[in-house]
């Protein structure tokens, strides 16, 4: 049953074989690892006018320009450091990679957990944006905010669940669309607006009283607008670390996109920063900026709506990067020990199932504390990603300089610059954000680094306990030295399931016993009188137990005197368990078995031989015979 | 650590012998026993008006004094005929056994699931009473109606989970100071009035409005009425049903109990609608009658507060009661096979845990629902319990009537006209209620019948599965016609977990195979590899699974022509289960092992052996040495 509801939703299994069929063209891959970057144009030039703007009033508009400029500089910088770190990791250079071969284990780690919180914070932010568009269209939805993001959070799911390519299918051209529709937008806004068809926002705002004509424009308040404006920069990165998703030749498509990536982020960064200084649109709480802008170019046509409509759709994508990356980035650490093992599991359809549930609860989880508000998200957002791009581009500096060869001055200045630049983001953002929700990251960081360490030192432990060296294992002789095998049957009637465990204890070992344990006498007297006409020699044992317990009073038995156990035995209780036809029979049979499993097998010699007894579906059993064969 | 906040909060376990000394004498018992339907007064009068206040306006208080009557007249004639149920039932006699006892199984599992739906709306009632009663007294509270009902439901709930003699204790004296209140407010108000201190409430309310000066008096509306009021009969059978419960001499004390608890109802219900009519008090959404009546009597002094902390706590007395009898009642069903066998299962505390937690969640769920609403519970209400009255009542009559013995045409009489009276009131509140809740129980109750009887159907078959005679038992030899053992040991490396589960599998037989589950070559190579370089004549079989499955390529296997199966032979399949010593170091080892333990227990003949593989602290190792003697 609920199997064939999970056939439908993700699909059915793919065979390991499949995997080589799931990879990125040039053009199905841009729009997959492109969008997270590109999508970032609906919410970027927003979140610096919020800073501005109330500060500010008018003057905000001209400050935009300026930062923007900033950013793109920036992009161009990150743009030739990470196709270096293509080059040089054909494998997939991820931060947590470079900074793990470059660095050492803990730079690693930090880059790793810098990238996680990254990637969760990127679904949460981009699909909150993404209903942002929708409700800026549909105002009336706005109370459904919350809901409407945890929605669009389950598509993306189950879409990624599916597997790599299809999803990539299903989102692509979205993005596209999305690249024209802001492309028209930028072209007809700036044509219509030097042509003098729109009357300059400025006046409306000013004399309604929203703008403000003057204030104090502080290196402070520019920064703080600067740090909400990096959260255009992350994305970047997808590309570098998504390498071995590509078709061949890998590093030569990857390459191609991360150029395509940037011209994109670029040209529409840039046009959106530019169209929201001409037509000095304010930012607002229920209408995002680029509706607003959408709104004055195009009024309520059907540009306005098609704009709202890929924006969100494209959000959706940027998410879905992270579905990309974060189940790969967690099964590395996972392969490595950093992170439980189930992580770097595929799923039935060959993706890494468990990371992207993981994902979906977390930011699902954000959603909720912060109200599906982007806002809100923003300060928490952009410091993952600039530690790990610090980390990564360190990492590449000392590799340039250490491993030298071809143009390495000139690499190790690119990269030197790179971490240098991202470094002063990163202690910009924690200064000027720290009070609005950096904190929390800046806490989460440190405890991952901690619990990954934890974790992997747990894992070398198991694998201490249970490393066999080859000159261990030739001595090792199966056959020699076999210790005794003991066996308790419990028995709390005798009927045909005891019968049967019985003769399975006497087919596995000599010594057996039964174990009666005895709640009121009467029950034990019958036990024992039945007990007493068959033919064994198994020897019936009865205790007592005035706590109504099962598995206690076995192990006193076992650890007694009475009991002959040697220096070595193992002991084997035996369990018969039913397995019953209908689900809902489950509920008619008392599961003190798996209880009573749980606490034997915290005795390290015991082994629970669980024995099913396969009910058969009494519908039909009233109209068969009373013959049982259940032997 | 939760085993630790369990014996806080339930107590520490206690012995088979401890029953014993868990009674309940004739003081210890009648609060608990009669709190049920004394504590109906709080709303019985309240919930008559409701019916006949806005339809007629003041008539509706000479109306009052008729259907108080006649309830008080079906007190007495339920009265009589349980003593005699108490005298021909001293082991117990709820409606139930004695309806099994005398008409047979259906008859019998109806009244249980009669009286089921009956306790578990008492609580409902009970507490959202209770609540009203509160939020009377202190009006600010009313927005709070469900969490404070779920907040007393809880108290009650752990009373019991602590033990039968406990829970009577802690709830004995504030019966008895609600019964000393409630007759001190009777006497003042009785006499006040006469005396002429206050004004009669009729002017009051006529001249704000609120009373119509008249309206027609219908059959109809008064039955509905009626049927609203015999909410306060409920609870009479308490003391039928708990006689086992009772100190010795049980059946004199029952009987005491029952005639004191008739006498107080009578005494306070006649009292209440007595005073209901002289202060003309108008039933309203906010405050309840009782709180109203007492306002004018003694105006907001201690003796106001004072009866309306007592109502509430009486009210949790009387959900108390159903927690001692819905318990009891399943686990008699469970016993008998009509409901699942862990509800006739004593915790740890002696109690039926399982019983009282299921009573809990129901209850919790239906003030949930009805948002602690008492007028829309009373509706689902009296039925229940009148319908196993009714089958009760025919059950002594058709006793008398074919034992017959000493006075039986003077018992058959008081039976009969108890069945005849109950049965009519059965047919009374279906008709008049049906519309306003009725209906739901009128639809639950048979599906009651038939799921308990599915169960009872299980568990025939199961019994007849397992079922042995003694002379089959004799011709049992278990050291005969042993059939071979045959064992499977996954091997997912070598290590020392996987030889110590071959050099297991050779203890107990000779036919043992390593398996190889593989998913990647080399992993599959490796683990061969390795393997030959062991000492042993087992076999290892190396299968591929595209689908990244272990389950299904072994049962493949096992059914394949390649593996030696003879008819009869079991198939131990050897797991090994890490045991970890912090619980955090579970989620760190996946739990395939036991999702293919389920698989494989589904084929008849396999055994599952589950072999545990104790960690030990990596703290502790990290400083001790690496010697590991895991075997």
Redesign the interface.
Known sequence: MFNRIKRVIIGK?????AIHGQKYSVVWGLPILASDAISSIAYASEEILLVLVPAVGVLAYGELTYISGAIIGLLLILTFSYRQTIQAYPNGGGAYIVATDNLGTIAGITAGASLSVDYILTVAVSISSGTAAITSAFPRLLPFTVPICLLILLLVMFGNLRGIRESSRMFSLPTYAFIFAILAMIVTGVVEHFMGVHPSAVSVGVSAGVLKTGGEVSLLLLLSAFSNGCAALTGVEAVSNAIPNFREPQIKNAKTVLLLLSFFVLLLFGGTSLLANLYHVVPGQDKTVLSQIAASIFGHSFMFYFIQVTTTVILAMAANTSYSDFPLLVSLMARDGYA???LS??G?RLSFSNGILMLSAVAGLLIIIFRGSTSALIPLYAIGVFISFSLSQFGMFKRWVTKRGEHWVHKALVNGLGAFVTTVVVMIIAVTKFRHGAWIVIIVIPLLIILMLK?K??????A?????E?HE??S?????D????RVIVPVES????S?RA???A????EHVVAFNVS??EEDSRKVAE?YS??????PLIVRYS???KIAAPLLEFVESEEYDRRKGD?I?V?IP???VRKWW?N????HSASAI?RQL????H???????L???N?DL??KAE?K?E?K
């Open positions: 299994p793919l065979k390991n074989e439980p093992r189930q599991q595929r039935d974790v030192s747990h894992y070398q432990s198991v201490r306990q249970l490393r066999l080859p294992l030739t090792i002789d199966i056959e020699k076999l210790y005794r095998n005798i009927n045909r399931a019968i019985l003769r399975y006497r087919t596995i070992s709640i009121n039945r006409l068959i033919k064994t020699d198994i005035p706590f109504r193992i084997t035996i368990q039913f397995e029979h509920l008619l049979h008392n499993e097998l915290k005795h390290k015991i082994v629970v031989a669980t024995m099913p396969q009910l058969r009494e059993l009233l009373r049982v259940l």
